[in-house]
């Protein structure tokens, strides 16, 4: 049975995640809480090995390629990682997690969300976030925060691209529950000011 918080830190490539999560979890440390921090896709060896794959520049994948690659990621840093550190009583921070797979492969590939939620629940044995942070940035900020030189495989896609996932984003932070838009246009301290917001409201 789950006792620890489990905290999901979603949003496009460059949106601020990984800073936002490491200023989170020293808060969280400080205020006396045993956390986790961890990705996707990623978290585990394994896990980390598939995601070279499916980020690495130039290599041909399919869309349902990509998506099962995913899939695959997510169960085993679910199964090793996750859900033993909730059962333990930990909470565990995680950037990105199953909103991320609707909004790339559904709304930016086209793979119908149908099929995308039914291997979520399966890769994750139907465990959802407590909490929500979805981090999003005005299109013009992605090319001052990175260079393209650097860039993984799903950070070349095109504008186009990028809209139809963040249109995503806007969608499902409407439909799921405790799901918060994180202004990431903001100054770093800004943003993180609201994020300690949201999780004392959730008593954490």
Do not use: W
């Not at 049975?1 to 200023?23: H, Y």
């Not at 978290?43 to 399919?62: D, F, M, N, W, Y």
Request: aromatic residues 8%.
């Amino acid at each position: 049975m789950k006792k620890g918080k489990f905290i999901v830190l979603e949003g496009p490539d460059r949106c601020g995640k990984s800073t936002q999560a490491k200023m989170l979890l020293n808060y969280l440390i400080t205020q006396g809480n045993d956390v986790i921090l961890t990705r996707e896709p990623g978290g585990t060896r394994t896990a980390e090995r598939i995601r070279q794959i499916v980020l690495e520049p130039g290599l041909s994948v399919t869309a349902m390629t990509e998506l099962f690659l995913y899939e695959a990621s997510r169960a085993q840093h679910t199964e090793e990682l996750i859900l033993p550190a909730l059962e333990a009583g930990k909470t565990v921070l995680c950037e990105r997690y199953t909103m991320s797979t609707c909004a790339y492969q559904g709304y930016g590939r086209g793979i119908p969300l149908r099929i995308i939620r039914t291997l979520n629940r399966i890769a994750t044995q139907n465990l959802v976030p407590d909490l929500t942070l979805v981090f999003l940035m005005s299109d013009k900020y992605f090319t001052e925060r990175g260079e393209y030189l650097y860039s993984d495989r799903l950070e070349r896609e095109d504008i186009a691209f990028r809209k139809k996932m963040r249109r995503g984003y806007l969608n499902m932070i409407k439909r799921t529950p405790n799901a918060y838009l994180v202004d990431a246009d903001k100054d770093i301290m800004d943003v993180q000011t609201r994020v300690q917001e949201i999780l004392k409201e959730h008593g954490i």
